[in-house]
């Protein structure tokens, strides 16, 4: 099976844990001996990135010979709908669905358009894939939708005993913690 990966989040040498987790689904479907392409969206942020990546989609069809097309993020998904060659997946990773609230709770008009687009998108497409079940609710009915939660590198990360793991940290033993998995450059 060959699969195009169509994806704005992806490791680049300035930002090398940009998009980390995409990297490592493309390494374990590599492993499992799936044959993926990626094509990166450059220059996300850019409106000419979007139009600039549904050329070089289409270049890139006609060139090769993929069996599907994975995107990853609504807005890539709507660039990667623009063909109709292969059947599309999109993985959706939440404020494309969502809408990416403020502190306030509320969403931006920007957003709010975003995750209409992602949702109207979903019913043209071959299947969805999300991380959680309120994601899901977000599919229309009828689009093919799996829940798979963003994968942990086992090679990388393991459990070990709770003391274990404080004596490591250099953390007291007696105290109660709570941790945030996030990016606390990452503001609302």
Do not use: C
């Amino acid at each position: 099976m060959r699969v195009l990966l169509v994806t704005a989040l992806y490791p680049t040498p300035d930002r090398p844990a940009w998009g980390a987790f995409v990297r490592t689904q493309v390494e374990a479907l590599r492993e499992a001996g799936v044959d993926v392409e990626v094509l990166l969206v450059r220059g996300r942020s850019s409106k000419l990135a979007y139009p600039a990546a549904a050329r070089a989609l289409r270049r890139r069809l006609a060139a090769e010979t993929h069996d599907i097309v994975h995107a990853h993020y609504g807005l890539v998904g709507l660039v990667s709908r623009l063909q109709r060659r292969r059947p599309l997946v999109v993985s959706f990773h939440g404020s494309d669905l969502l809408g990416d609230p403020r502190g306030d709770g509320t969403i931006p008009w920007h957003r709010r358009l975003e995750a209409a687009s992602s949702r109207l998108l979903a019913r043209w497409i071959d299947a969805a894939i999300v991380q959680s079940d309120e994601m899901a609710r977000h599919i229309p009915a009828g689009t093919p939708t799996h829940v798979i939660p963003h994968e942990v590198d086992l090679g990388l990360f393991r459990p070990v005993a709770r003391d274990e793991a404080r004596g490591r940290l250099g953390l007291p033993r007696d105290r109660t913690y709570l941790l945030f998995a996030a990016n606390p450059d990452i503001g609302l």
